[in-house]
């Protein structure tokens, strides 16, 4: 269950990372099991001219970012991505997409998280992890 | 060596992307052994409020069109990324940057591409590879 | 639930497979939505002289045995591993382990799967996915 | 060029892995720019019964070694396998494969390193990356 003020800190903490910030990533909930974001279509985050879909690159930054919140909620660090890998398994061509983030595992150094890209009709667009080493703030 | 129409022809088709013409990716040579790019920085598609460091998302922008354009300059055909990897080796914060692409392996039907994105420096900020389905355009 | 006749089948699609045999992996379990296999540890398969861990290659290999499978298990067709990915999480010391099995996206050409390699004390030991090319048999 | 004494104290290192002495895993050369090994193919290590192809395990235990002695070769420290990447580009139909070990980028705490396994043709049957954690020996 979200608490409030919590979820109040991390949105404030993704707006203050700008590339977050320009493309109007909202936290929905989190807690200690995940977090969930969601972010609207612009049309500058296009990939394909003719099919509309959303950029490769856009849906990475999906990954990276669900899956770094999630493990920063279990640890309370920061971290900076070491490796990243993303599997693309439809294009995404909604309006809105659900990312949801887990921690697959916290370790001393090094953290590893994994997220998902969900469309509007529930598919999944994308998927992927992450592996993070674990930073002081 | 590039040729210029050719060099001319695939800016057209980088341009014709809306996240890549919004980035303002600029193709500088390419040829058969592989192709640059450049990236000059904005504020926007910066990761870090501390340390100004380029996003995560966006160097795997970075190496996913590295990647596919190496291979698509060999094959002359389109791609759907299938999956792509990529190893974060320094943070980016250069005012631009240099992309180089490289097909690794031309197949009938997958072919895998590499790229790596370096800083005004020459020092190696990320680097990465992705796997592609070729498709006819 | 498992069908102990499909059970059966695919204990002998694995033991036709040599290095699959030699390691002894044995299929526990399997139904839609998953595959469970069993490895017992023997000297030969060990990766460090110190702390006689698995050798990371080993996990690598029942990670691409648990993926595969779980796909095949969906799809009835065969497949070619196109890439996998593996995270090691801790070092794998016990005497037995339990590979888990899913598929995480089933499509018309290409296919994704997912597997976790688990210690005798129900530790996460490694984790990763693979891509599979789908091929007729 | 390979110092020979060099070349010894790493194959006793090899020699003292237990699966990498399984496999018989021989080293040719080494010095900072990489490492080169050999591996003889025996009937235990393949993957296919009817094409009589490697194991796809088997080639990401070469693409581990190769890139961790890279990597090791480096740094003069031992390393830890934190994740690794695996790209499949053919079946390995040969008697005797080539392993070619590469650093990609060495750093205090997390290295990475990459190999390519290419058959008697001197086809690319497999390349990957591994990044690896530093640690005292």
């Given at each position: ?7 109040t ?9 700008p ?51 999630a ?14 890998r ?50 002081e703030?």
């Amino acid at each position: 269950m979200t608490d409030p003020a919590q979820l109040t800190a991390w949105q404030d903490r993704l707006n203050a990372t700008p590339f977050a910030a320009w493309l109007g990533l909202a936290l929905e909930g989190c807690d200690d099991t995940g977090i969930i974001m969601r972010l609207r279509s612009r049309p500058e985050i296009l990939g394909s001219p003719s099919t509309g879909a959303l950029h490769g690159g856009i849906l990475a930054t999906l990954i990276d970012t669900g899956a770094s919140y999630a493990v920063m909620l279990r640890t309370e660090r920061s971290v900076a991505t070491i490796d990243m890998r993303v599997d693309f398994h439809r294009p995404g061509q909604s309006s809105e997409y659900r990312i949801e983030g887990n921690a697959i595992k916290i370790g001393h150094t090094v953290s590893t998280g994994e997220a998902r890209v969900i469309d509007s009709e529930g598919k999944l667009v994308a998927s992927g992890r992450a592996v993070f080493m674990n930073v002081e703030r």
